[in-house]
Protein backbone atom coordinates (compact mmCIF):
# COMPACT_ATOMS: atom_id res chain seq x y z
CA UNK A 1 0.00 0.00 0.00
CA UNK A 2 2.74 2.37 1.16
CA UNK A 3 5.27 1.74 -1.48
CA UNK A 4 1.85 2.39 -4.18
CA UNK A 5 1.48 5.22 -2.33
CA UNK A 6 5.21 6.99 -3.33
CA UNK A 7 5.50 5.33 -6.48
CA UNK A 8 2.41 7.66 -7.07
CA UNK A 9 4.07 10.54 -5.27
CA UNK A 10 7.13 10.17 -7.42
CA UNK A 11 5.36 10.45 -10.56
CA UNK A 12 3.25 13.28 -9.17
CA UNK A 13 6.37 14.80 -8.25
CA UNK A 14 8.30 14.52 -11.54
CA UNK A 15 5.12 15.48 -13.38
CA UNK A 16 4.81 18.59 -11.44
CA UNK A 17 8.32 19.53 -12.18
CA UNK A 18 7.60 19.19 -15.77
CA UNK A 19 5.22 21.35 -16.06
CA UNK A 20 6.61 23.63 -14.15
CA UNK A 21 9.05 23.62 -16.25
CA UNK A 22 7.47 24.10 -19.16
CA UNK A 23 5.18 26.80 -18.00
CA UNK A 24 8.56 28.70 -17.56
CA UNK A 25 8.68 28.79 -13.94
CA UNK A 26 12.58 28.61 -13.28
CA UNK A 27 13.18 31.81 -15.28
CA UNK A 28 10.21 33.68 -12.60
CA UNK A 29 12.60 31.78 -9.82
CA UNK A 30 15.38 33.60 -10.98
CA UNK A 31 14.14 36.93 -11.44
CA UNK A 32 12.99 37.06 -7.71
CA UNK A 33 16.24 35.83 -6.78
CA UNK A 34 18.44 37.51 -8.77
CA UNK A 35 17.37 41.60 -7.84
CA UNK A 36 17.13 42.14 -3.76
CA UNK A 37 13.68 43.37 -2.31
CA UNK A 38 14.50 44.95 0.68
CA UNK A 39 11.61 44.59 2.52
CA UNK A 40 11.26 41.31 1.54
CA UNK A 41 14.31 39.85 2.99
CA UNK A 42 13.59 42.37 6.16
CA UNK A 43 14.82 45.90 5.57
CA UNK A 44 13.44 49.16 6.37
CA UNK B 1 29.86 5.03 7.17
CA UNK B 2 27.37 3.27 5.40
CA UNK B 3 27.18 2.94 1.78
CA UNK B 4 23.83 3.70 1.09
CA UNK B 5 23.84 6.81 2.98
CA UNK B 6 27.19 7.64 1.46
CA UNK B 7 25.85 7.33 -2.12
CA UNK B 8 22.74 9.14 -1.37
CA UNK B 9 24.96 12.24 0.15
CA UNK B 10 27.00 11.86 -2.66
CA UNK B 11 24.44 12.34 -5.00
CA UNK B 12 22.83 14.87 -3.57
CA UNK B 13 25.79 16.88 -3.41
CA UNK B 14 26.76 16.16 -7.07
CA UNK B 15 23.73 17.58 -8.00
CA UNK B 16 24.24 20.89 -5.75
CA UNK B 17 28.30 20.67 -7.50
CA UNK B 18 26.96 20.09 -10.91
CA UNK B 19 24.66 23.28 -10.50
CA UNK B 20 27.06 25.78 -8.65
CA UNK B 21 29.83 24.72 -11.54
CA UNK B 22 27.14 25.82 -14.10
CA UNK B 23 26.23 28.61 -12.41
CA UNK B 24 29.64 29.95 -11.64
CA UNK B 25 30.49 29.83 -15.53
CA UNK B 26 27.86 32.83 -16.10
CA UNK B 27 27.96 35.57 -13.65
CA UNK B 28 26.22 38.64 -15.53
CA UNK B 29 25.90 42.17 -14.01
CA UNK B 30 27.10 43.10 -10.85
CA UNK B 31 29.74 45.30 -11.71
CA UNK B 32 29.54 48.84 -11.00
CA UNK B 33 29.51 50.57 -14.93
CA UNK B 34 30.13 54.00 -14.07
CA UNK B 35 31.40 54.83 -17.27
CA UNK B 36 28.96 55.50 -19.79
CA UNK B 37 31.01 57.17 -22.69
CA UNK B 38 32.75 60.39 -22.26
CA UNK B 39 31.80 63.57 -21.01
CA UNK B 40 31.44 66.03 -23.99
CA UNK B 41 33.53 68.36 -23.06
CA UNK B 42 33.55 71.33 -21.01
CA UNK B 43 33.09 72.10 -17.38
CA UNK B 44 30.53 68.57 -17.47
CA UNK B 45 31.13 67.30 -14.08
CA UNK B 46 32.20 63.66 -14.06
CA UNK B 47 29.98 60.27 -14.83
CA UNK B 48 29.38 58.40 -11.98
CA UNK B 49 26.91 57.29 -9.15
CA UNK B 50 27.76 59.59 -6.24
CA UNK B 51 26.33 62.69 -5.82
CA UNK B 52 27.77 65.45 -7.44
CA UNK B 53 28.80 63.16 -10.77
CA UNK B 54 26.54 63.25 -13.90
CA UNK B 55 23.93 60.31 -13.55
CA UNK B 56 25.03 57.86 -16.40
CA UNK B 57 23.03 58.34 -20.00
CA UNK B 58 20.54 56.01 -21.16
CA UNK B 59 18.16 55.30 -24.09
CA UNK B 60 14.99 52.96 -23.33
CA UNK B 61 11.75 52.10 -24.79
CA UNK B 62 8.93 53.66 -23.14
CA UNK B 63 6.00 51.28 -22.19
CA UNK B 64 3.18 52.42 -24.73
CA UNK B 65 5.68 53.22 -27.49
CA UNK B 66 8.12 56.07 -28.21
CA UNK B 67 11.97 56.13 -26.38
CA UNK B 68 13.06 58.36 -23.66
CA UNK B 69 16.88 59.37 -23.29
CA UNK B 70 17.71 60.87 -20.19
CA UNK B 71 20.38 63.26 -21.30
CA UNK B 72 17.29 65.25 -23.09
CA UNK B 73 15.50 65.43 -19.97
CA UNK B 74 17.94 68.56 -19.59
CA UNK B 75 16.93 71.23 -18.36
CA UNK B 76 14.17 70.06 -15.62
CA UNK B 77 15.01 67.97 -12.77
CA UNK B 78 14.43 64.44 -13.01
CA UNK B 79 12.84 61.82 -10.34
CA UNK B 80 14.29 58.54 -11.60
CA UNK B 81 12.51 55.63 -9.41
CA UNK B 82 14.17 51.87 -10.73
CA UNK B 83 11.62 49.31 -9.72
CA UNK B 84 9.86 45.85 -10.67
CA UNK B 85 6.53 45.03 -10.67
CA UNK B 86 6.80 41.98 -8.13
CA UNK B 87 8.51 43.81 -5.82
CA UNK B 88 5.67 44.68 -2.96
CA UNK B 89 7.29 48.16 -1.86
CA UNK B 90 8.42 49.55 -5.39
CA UNK B 91 4.11 49.12 -5.91
CA UNK B 92 3.35 50.14 -2.67
CA UNK B 93 4.77 53.61 -3.75
CA UNK B 94 3.20 54.02 -6.81
CA UNK B 95 0.55 55.95 -5.65
CA UNK B 96 2.57 58.44 -4.14
CA UNK B 97 4.42 58.85 -7.15
CA UNK B 98 1.48 59.15 -9.45
CA UNK B 99 0.11 62.35 -7.21
CA UNK B 100 3.44 63.96 -7.54
CA UNK B 101 3.15 63.70 -11.27
CA UNK B 102 0.01 64.51 -11.49
CA UNK B 103 0.84 68.22 -9.09
CA UNK B 104 4.33 69.05 -10.02
CA UNK B 105 4.70 66.72 -13.43
CA UNK B 106 5.34 70.22 -15.29
CA UNK B 107 8.34 71.15 -13.38
CA UNK B 108 9.84 67.51 -13.13
CA UNK B 109 10.30 64.45 -15.26
CA UNK B 110 9.21 61.69 -13.19
CA UNK B 111 9.90 58.56 -14.61
CA UNK B 112 9.98 54.69 -13.60
CA UNK B 113 12.46 52.29 -15.13
CA UNK B 114 11.55 48.81 -14.82
CA UNK B 115 14.72 46.55 -14.51
CA UNK B 116 14.68 43.12 -15.65
CA UNK B 117 11.08 42.75 -16.94
CA UNK B 118 9.90 41.31 -20.47
CA UNK B 119 7.73 44.33 -21.55
CA UNK B 120 4.41 42.42 -22.15
CA UNK B 121 4.74 42.23 -17.83
CA UNK B 122 5.15 45.34 -17.78
CA UNK B 123 2.23 46.66 -19.98
CA UNK B 124 0.08 44.42 -18.09
CA UNK B 125 1.05 45.75 -15.12
CA UNK B 126 0.84 50.01 -15.96
CA UNK B 127 -2.36 48.87 -17.09
CA UNK B 128 -3.89 47.27 -14.52
CA UNK B 129 -2.26 50.37 -11.98
CA UNK B 130 -3.48 53.64 -13.31
CA UNK B 131 -0.10 55.07 -13.80
CA UNK B 132 0.46 57.64 -15.48
CA UNK B 133 4.35 58.80 -15.39
CA UNK B 134 6.21 57.19 -18.27
CA UNK B 135 7.89 54.41 -17.39
CA UNK B 136 11.12 53.16 -19.32
CA UNK B 137 11.73 49.07 -20.12
CA UNK B 138 14.98 47.62 -19.17
CA UNK B 139 14.52 43.94 -19.81
CA UNK B 140 18.88 43.43 -20.31
CA UNK B 141 19.13 45.47 -17.73
CA UNK B 142 21.44 47.52 -19.06
CA UNK B 143 20.56 50.55 -16.55
CA UNK B 144 20.55 48.63 -13.79
CA UNK B 145 24.53 47.02 -14.42
CA UNK B 146 25.22 50.95 -15.09
CA UNK B 147 23.61 52.19 -11.88
CA UNK B 148 25.04 49.18 -9.85
CA UNK B 149 21.27 47.91 -8.94
CA UNK B 150 21.59 45.44 -6.32
CA UNK B 151 18.12 46.07 -4.77
CA UNK B 152 15.43 47.71 -5.69
CA UNK B 153 13.26 49.85 -4.89
CA UNK B 154 15.45 52.72 -5.35
CA UNK B 155 15.31 56.03 -6.78
CA UNK B 156 17.72 59.00 -7.72
CA UNK B 157 17.02 63.01 -7.72
CA UNK B 158 19.00 64.41 -10.97
CA UNK B 159 19.33 68.32 -11.03
CA UNK B 160 18.14 70.26 -14.44
CA UNK B 161 22.14 69.55 -15.47
CA UNK B 162 21.87 65.59 -15.28
CA UNK B 163 23.68 65.84 -12.14
CA UNK B 164 23.20 63.60 -9.44
CA UNK B 165 21.39 65.92 -6.30
CA UNK B 166 20.05 62.56 -3.78
CA UNK B 167 19.37 58.69 -3.30
CA UNK B 168 16.63 57.29 -1.81
CA UNK B 169 17.27 53.52 -1.02
CA UNK B 170 13.96 51.68 -0.86
CA UNK B 171 11.22 52.42 -1.05
CA UNK B 172 9.88 55.90 -0.11
CA UNK B 173 6.24 58.00 0.24
CA UNK B 174 5.26 61.25 -0.72
CA UNK B 175 6.81 63.62 1.83
CA UNK B 176 10.00 61.56 1.23
CA UNK B 177 9.66 62.53 -2.72
CA UNK B 178 9.00 65.85 -1.95
CA UNK B 179 11.77 66.08 0.66
CA UNK B 180 14.34 64.80 -2.30
CA UNK B 181 12.62 66.88 -4.55
CA UNK B 182 13.34 70.07 -2.76
CA UNK B 183 17.04 70.79 -2.92
CA UNK B 184 16.41 70.85 -7.18
CA UNK B 185 12.94 72.01 -7.65
CA UNK B 186 13.10 75.43 -9.13
CA UNK C 1 29.76 12.63 14.07
CA UNK C 2 32.57 14.67 12.17
CA UNK C 3 31.96 13.04 8.77
CA UNK C 4 28.44 14.68 8.94
CA UNK C 5 29.67 17.59 9.72
CA UNK C 6 32.42 17.80 6.95
CA UNK C 7 29.37 17.54 4.34
CA UNK C 8 27.09 19.74 6.42
CA UNK C 9 30.26 22.39 5.89
CA UNK C 10 30.90 21.44 2.13
CA UNK C 11 27.28 21.86 1.60
CA UNK C 12 27.04 25.17 2.95
CA UNK C 13 30.26 26.19 1.39
CA UNK C 14 28.97 25.24 -2.28
CA UNK C 15 25.55 26.56 -1.58
CA UNK C 16 27.14 29.95 -1.06
CA UNK C 17 29.93 30.31 -3.71
CA UNK C 18 29.72 33.24 -5.17
CA UNK C 19 32.23 34.80 -2.57
CA UNK C 20 32.61 38.26 -4.70
CA UNK C 21 29.43 38.83 -3.83
CA UNK C 22 30.56 39.33 0.17
CA UNK C 23 32.92 41.52 -0.89
CA UNK C 24 30.53 44.46 -2.71
CA UNK C 25 27.69 42.86 -1.42
CA UNK C 26 26.30 42.36 -5.01
CA UNK C 27 24.17 39.00 -5.88
CA UNK C 28 25.46 36.62 -8.41
CA UNK C 29 22.99 36.47 -11.48
CA UNK C 30 24.04 33.59 -13.39
CA UNK C 31 21.83 30.68 -14.27
CA UNK C 32 22.23 29.11 -11.20
CA UNK C 33 19.51 31.14 -9.50
CA UNK C 34 16.85 29.68 -11.41
CA UNK C 35 17.38 26.30 -9.58
CA UNK C 36 16.41 25.86 -5.97
CA UNK C 37 18.70 24.59 -2.82
CA UNK C 38 17.07 22.05 -0.93
CA UNK C 39 17.88 23.80 2.26
CA UNK C 40 16.84 27.09 3.95
CA UNK C 41 19.56 29.39 1.99
CA UNK C 42 18.46 32.87 1.34
CA UNK C 43 18.77 33.80 -2.31
CA UNK C 44 19.62 37.02 -1.30
CA UNK C 45 22.99 36.03 0.40
CA UNK C 46 25.92 37.79 -1.55
CA UNK C 47 27.06 34.39 -1.42
CA UNK C 48 23.88 32.16 -3.04
CA UNK C 49 23.92 30.44 -6.50
CA UNK C 50 20.64 29.06 -6.40
CA UNK C 51 17.43 29.79 -5.02
CA UNK C 52 15.48 29.48 -1.75
CA UNK C 53 12.97 26.89 -1.98
CA UNK C 54 10.77 28.96 0.56
CA UNK C 55 11.46 32.13 -0.93
CA UNK C 56 10.49 30.75 -4.71
CA UNK C 57 7.05 29.29 -3.26
CA UNK C 58 6.35 32.77 -1.58
CA UNK C 59 7.08 35.11 -5.06
CA UNK C 60 5.27 32.37 -7.37
CA UNK C 61 1.95 33.02 -4.68
CA UNK C 62 2.91 36.39 -5.64
CA UNK C 63 2.77 35.97 -9.06
CA UNK C 64 -0.45 36.66 -11.25
CA UNK C 65 0.44 33.86 -13.39
CA UNK C 66 1.68 31.30 -11.55
CA UNK C 67 0.02 31.30 -8.59
CA UNK C 68 1.21 27.51 -7.38
CA UNK C 69 4.44 26.97 -8.64
CA UNK C 70 4.16 23.16 -9.75
CA UNK C 71 8.33 23.50 -10.39
CA UNK C 72 9.15 24.64 -6.50
CA UNK C 73 6.61 21.95 -5.31
CA UNK C 74 7.47 19.49 -7.77
CA UNK C 75 11.31 19.51 -6.52
CA UNK C 76 10.40 19.04 -2.93
CA UNK C 77 8.32 17.07 -3.48
CA UNK C 78 11.10 14.78 -5.00
CA UNK C 79 13.62 15.57 -2.41
CA UNK C 80 11.77 14.55 0.34
CA UNK C 81 10.28 11.33 -1.30
CA UNK C 82 13.98 10.56 -1.54
CA UNK C 83 15.03 11.18 1.76
CA UNK C 84 12.64 12.84 3.63
CA UNK C 85 14.44 15.05 6.27
CA UNK C 86 17.94 13.50 5.39
CA UNK C 87 18.63 16.93 3.58
CA UNK C 88 17.87 19.04 7.27
CA UNK C 89 20.03 16.36 8.53
CA UNK C 90 23.50 17.16 5.97
CA UNK C 91 22.59 19.60 3.36
CA UNK C 92 21.17 22.93 5.68
CA UNK C 93 23.15 25.41 5.91
CA UNK C 94 20.84 26.96 8.65
CA UNK C 95 20.64 23.73 10.31
CA UNK C 96 24.62 23.55 10.19
CA UNK C 97 25.14 26.60 12.08
CA UNK C 98 22.55 26.05 14.88
CA UNK C 99 24.39 22.61 15.74
CA UNK C 100 27.81 24.25 15.69
CA UNK C 101 26.05 26.57 18.56
CA UNK C 102 25.13 23.76 20.17
CA UNK C 103 28.22 22.93 20.59
CA UNK C 104 29.31 26.28 22.64
CA UNK C 105 29.73 25.11 26.45
CA UNK C 106 26.46 26.32 27.58
CA UNK C 107 23.78 24.78 30.28
CA UNK C 108 21.72 22.89 27.83
CA UNK C 109 17.95 22.95 28.65
CA UNK C 110 16.76 19.35 29.49
CA UNK C 111 13.20 19.66 30.28
CA UNK C 112 11.31 17.87 26.44
CA UNK C 113 9.95 20.76 24.39
CA UNK C 114 5.95 20.64 24.64
CA UNK C 115 4.41 19.15 21.65
CA UNK C 116 2.43 22.33 20.66
CA UNK C 117 5.83 23.70 20.13
CA UNK C 118 6.56 20.99 17.20
CA UNK C 119 3.78 21.58 15.51
CA UNK C 120 4.11 25.40 14.76
CA UNK C 121 6.07 25.00 11.79
CA UNK C 122 3.35 23.83 10.36
CA UNK C 123 1.29 26.71 11.07
CA UNK C 124 4.21 28.99 10.07
CA UNK C 125 4.10 27.11 6.53
CA UNK C 126 0.72 27.35 6.03
CA UNK C 127 -0.08 30.95 7.23
CA UNK C 128 3.32 32.76 6.65
CA UNK C 129 4.82 30.89 3.03
CA UNK C 130 1.35 29.74 1.58
CA UNK C 131 -1.47 31.50 3.27
CA UNK C 132 -0.67 35.16 3.29
CA UNK C 133 1.10 35.78 0.14
CA UNK C 134 -1.73 33.50 -1.72
CA UNK C 135 -4.40 35.22 -0.50
CA UNK C 136 -3.20 38.48 -1.33
CA UNK C 137 -2.81 37.54 -4.59
CA UNK C 138 -6.24 36.09 -5.32
CA UNK C 139 -7.69 39.43 -3.32
CA UNK C 140 -5.84 41.41 -6.01
CA UNK C 141 -3.72 42.93 -3.31
CA UNK C 142 -0.26 43.40 -2.97
CA UNK C 143 1.32 40.45 -2.12
CA UNK C 144 4.56 39.89 -0.41
CA UNK C 145 6.74 36.84 1.12
CA UNK C 146 5.79 37.21 4.35
CA UNK C 147 7.82 34.24 6.00
CA UNK C 148 10.61 36.65 4.47
CA UNK C 149 9.91 39.52 5.43
CA UNK C 150 8.62 39.08 9.07
CA UNK C 151 10.41 35.83 10.37
CA UNK C 152 13.06 34.39 8.18
CA UNK C 153 16.33 34.18 10.79
CA UNK C 154 18.67 32.70 7.72
CA UNK C 155 17.89 35.79 5.78
CA UNK C 156 18.94 37.82 8.06
CA UNK C 157 21.86 36.03 9.20
CA UNK C 158 23.22 34.98 5.42
CA UNK C 159 21.37 38.04 3.53
CA UNK C 160 20.61 41.05 5.65
CA UNK C 161 24.07 41.32 7.48
CA UNK C 162 25.85 40.50 5.00
CA UNK C 163 24.51 42.50 2.31
CA UNK C 164 24.78 45.54 4.95
CA UNK C 165 27.93 45.25 6.22
CA UNK C 166 29.57 44.98 2.37
CA UNK C 167 26.76 47.40 0.50
CA UNK C 168 26.60 50.87 2.33
CA UNK C 169 23.56 52.19 0.18
CA UNK C 170 21.87 49.41 1.62
CA UNK C 171 22.18 50.28 5.19
CA UNK C 172 20.72 53.78 4.35
CA UNK C 173 17.21 51.57 3.89
CA UNK C 174 17.34 49.97 7.21
CA UNK C 175 14.54 50.33 9.63
CA UNK C 176 12.48 49.05 12.16
CA UNK C 177 11.76 45.98 10.29
CA UNK C 178 15.02 44.83 10.48
CA UNK C 179 15.52 45.76 14.18
CA UNK C 180 12.67 43.17 14.60
CA UNK C 181 14.51 40.30 12.14
CA UNK C 182 17.79 40.91 14.20
CA UNK C 183 16.00 40.00 17.45
CA UNK C 184 14.06 37.51 16.36
CA UNK C 185 17.91 36.27 14.77
CA UNK C 186 19.69 36.68 18.16
CA UNK C 187 17.07 35.34 20.18
CA UNK C 188 17.03 32.05 18.13
CA UNK C 189 21.40 32.20 18.09
CA UNK C 190 21.14 32.08 21.67
CA UNK C 191 18.21 29.73 22.23
CA UNK C 192 20.41 27.28 19.80
CA UNK C 193 22.99 27.07 22.32
CA UNK C 194 20.97 25.59 24.92
CA UNK C 195 18.13 23.54 22.35
CA UNK C 196 19.70 21.36 19.49
CA UNK C 197 18.36 23.22 16.56
CA UNK C 198 15.45 24.96 17.90
CA UNK C 199 14.32 26.92 14.49
CA UNK C 200 14.37 23.11 13.37
CA UNK C 201 12.11 22.05 15.46
CA UNK C 202 9.52 24.75 16.06
CA UNK C 203 9.57 27.20 13.23
CA UNK C 204 10.99 25.96 9.97
CA UNK C 205 8.51 25.28 7.30
CA UNK C 206 10.44 23.55 4.69
CA UNK C 207 11.70 21.13 7.33
CA UNK C 208 7.61 21.07 8.24
CA UNK C 209 7.07 19.93 4.13
CA UNK C 210 10.35 16.59 4.65
CA UNK C 211 9.30 16.07 7.76
CA UNK C 212 5.39 14.95 6.19
CA UNK C 213 7.46 12.67 3.73
CA UNK C 214 9.75 10.83 6.38
CA UNK C 215 7.44 7.96 6.33
CA UNK C 216 7.27 7.64 2.75
CA UNK C 217 11.14 8.33 2.02
CA UNK C 218 13.25 5.85 -0.01
CA UNK C 219 15.99 6.42 1.77
CA UNK C 220 15.63 5.80 5.76
CA UNK C 221 16.89 4.23 9.01
CA UNK C 222 15.49 0.70 10.13
CA UNK C 223 15.17 -0.57 13.39
CA UNK C 224 16.72 -4.53 12.90
CA UNK C 225 14.72 -7.31 14.58
CA UNK C 226 17.25 -8.15 17.00
CA UNK C 227 16.58 -4.85 18.98
CA UNK C 228 17.06 -4.97 22.44
CA UNK C 229 15.07 -2.51 23.54
CA UNK C 230 17.56 -0.56 25.61
CA UNK C 231 16.37 3.24 24.80
CA UNK C 232 20.55 4.27 23.66
CA UNK C 233 18.80 5.55 20.58
CA UNK C 234 16.34 7.59 21.94
CA UNK C 235 18.44 9.10 24.99
CA UNK C 236 20.75 10.05 22.14
CA UNK C 237 18.43 11.51 19.73
CA UNK C 238 18.88 15.41 19.71
CA UNK C 239 15.16 16.27 18.16
CA UNK C 240 13.77 13.59 20.62
CA UNK C 241 12.05 12.05 17.80
CA UNK C 242 10.17 9.11 18.75
CA UNK C 243 11.84 7.00 15.48
CA UNK C 244 13.39 7.55 12.60
CA UNK C 245 10.11 7.74 10.70
CA UNK C 246 9.02 10.10 13.09
CA UNK C 247 8.52 13.79 11.66
CA UNK C 248 10.98 14.93 13.81
CA UNK C 249 13.82 13.03 12.60
CA UNK C 250 16.46 14.95 10.58
CA UNK C 251 18.46 12.11 9.61
CA UNK C 252 21.42 12.74 11.31
CA UNK C 253 22.49 9.06 12.07
CA UNK C 254 23.26 9.72 15.70
CA UNK C 255 21.26 6.77 16.87
CA UNK C 256 23.15 4.52 13.59
CA UNK C 257 26.67 5.18 15.56
CA UNK C 258 25.03 4.66 19.16
CA UNK C 259 22.96 1.55 18.96
CA UNK C 260 24.79 -1.52 20.74
CA UNK C 261 23.91 -3.78 19.17
CA UNK C 262 24.07 -2.46 15.74
CA UNK C 263 19.86 -3.12 15.31
CA UNK C 264 19.73 0.94 13.70
CA UNK C 265 20.85 0.55 9.94
CA UNK C 266 20.93 2.91 7.17
CA UNK C 267 18.58 1.16 4.31
CA UNK C 268 16.79 1.76 1.51
CA UNK C 269 13.16 1.00 2.07
CA UNK C 270 11.44 -2.38 1.35
CA UNK C 271 7.65 -1.99 0.57
CA UNK C 272 5.55 -0.08 2.83
CA UNK C 273 7.33 -2.13 6.03
CA UNK C 274 7.10 -0.07 8.85
CA UNK C 275 9.79 0.94 11.04
CA UNK C 276 10.09 -0.72 14.48
CA UNK C 277 10.35 1.95 16.74
CA UNK C 278 13.61 1.70 19.39
CA UNK C 279 11.81 0.36 22.42
CA UNK C 280 9.90 -2.62 23.37
Excluded at chain 2, 7 to 23: E, I, P, S, Y
Excluded at chain 2, 115 to 126: L, N
Excluded at chain 3, 227 to 234: E, K, N, T
Aim: hydrophobic share 45%; net charge positive; aromatic share 8%.
Amino acid sequence: MKSRLRALLFALALGSLLFGLSRGEPAAVMQKAVLLCLECIGFG
Amino acid sequence: MNKILLRAAVLLLLTLLAGCAAGTVGNAGGSPGAEAGGSPGGAEAAIGLAVGQTAPDFTLTLNGGGEVTLSQLRGQPVFLNLFTTWCPPCREEIPALQKIYEEYGDRVSIIGVSVTESADVVAEFIAASGVGYPVALDPDGIVAADYDVQFIPQSWVLDSDGVIADYIPGGTDEAGILAALAGVLP
Amino acid sequence: MAKRAWIQAAAALLQNGYLRGFGDGSLYRGPGKQFCVPGLNCYSCPGALAACPIGALQAMAANVRFGLSFYVYGFLLLTGLIGGRLVCGFLCPFGFIQELLYRVPLGKWRRPLPPVLRRLKYAVLLVLVIGIPTALTLTGGISFPAFCQWLCPAGTLEAGIPVALANERIRGALGWLFVWKLSVLLGLLYVAMRLFRPFCRVLCPLGAIYALLNRLSVVHIRTESHCQGCGACRRVCGMEAADPDDPECIRCGRCVTCCPTGARRWAWRRGGAPVRSGEN
